[in-house]
T-cell receptor, first 115, second 114 residues
Framework: DTGVSQNPRHKITKRGQNVTFRCDPI?????LYWYRQTLGQGPEFLTY????????KSRLLSDRFSAERPKGSFSTLEIQRTEQGDSAMYLC?????????????FGPGTRLTVT | AQSVTQPDIHITVSEGASLELRCNYS??????LFWYVQSPGQGLQLLLK??????LVQGIKGFEAEFKRSQSSFNLRKPSVHWSDAAEYFC????????????FGSGTRLSIRP
């Protein structure tokens, strides 16, 4: 399977703990995106990488959130001092770069529950 | 402001009946439009996309959508639904000038009546 993969699929943590999620994009895709989806809502954009450069961040991405893509391949999303409001599905997507629009291919997501 | 509106939160149709899911968008530039489907506990799967050209686009699983610029709409249709079509459907918009985010609607949950 050469699709987007995310780990872990589920994470339960206590409030105040730090968590880290990993995303492995489709291998030839240069662009990588993170979205957050809460119950009953569509995904909301968090941040975007072109290779290793983080080019855009949503104001939803508070100081407690940090994302990296150190070698332009996989990416990590870390949430520090988790709060109950962070409970959501975190989705990763990737797409090719170059001229013209491209659709984004989504992974299965990581469901975070903060207790 | 850029936005996507899906006015129907939940729709129930009988198996074999036709389906139309509504989507309206607001976007300042040339929009690129998408429909994604999400089954419970799953990620998003692209059903179809509109970038340019023919305003009636065909997708996977027998779905089609029509782009109507004058109405700012991109409604999804299927002539005969199957029980396996029960899922959450999201309309989304992006733009050529933005390589990054896609803006999603809040989704329409489709239930199928046997």
């Amino acid at each position: 399977d050469t699709g987007v993969s995310q780990n872990p699929r589920h994470k339960i943590t206590k409030r105040g703990q730090n968590v880290t999620f990993r995303c492995d994009p489709i291998s030839e895709h240069n662009r990588l995106y993170w979205y957050r989806q809460t119950l009953g809502q569509g995904p909301e954009f968090l941040t975007y990488f072109q290779n290793e450069a983080q080019l855009e961040k949503s104001r939803l991405l508070s100081d407690r959130f940090s994302a990296e893509r150190p070698k332009g391949s996989f990416s990590t999303l870390e949430i520090q001092r988790t709060e109950q409001g962070d409970s959501a599905m975190y989705l990763c997507a990737s797409s090719p770069s170059g001229t013209g629009p491209y659709e984004q291919y989504f992974g299965p997501g990581t469901r975070l529950t903060v207790t | 402001a850029q936005s996507v509106t899906q006015p129907d939160i939940h729709i129930t149709v009988s198996e074999g009946a036709s389906l139309e899911l509504r989507c309206n968008y607001s976007y300042g530039a040339t929009p690129y439009l998408f429909w994604y489907v999400q089954s419970p506990g799953q990620g998003l799967q692209l059903l179809l996309k509109y970038f340019s050209g023919d305003t009636l686009v065909q997708g996977i699983k027998g779905f089609e959508a029509e782009f109507k610029r004058s109405q700012s709409s991109f409604n999804l249709r299927k002539p005969s639904v199957h029980w396996s079509d029960a899922a959450e459907y999201f309309c989304a918009v992006g733009g050529y000038s933005s390589a990054s985010k896609i803006i999603f609607g809040s989704g329409t949950r489709l239930s199928i009546r046997p």
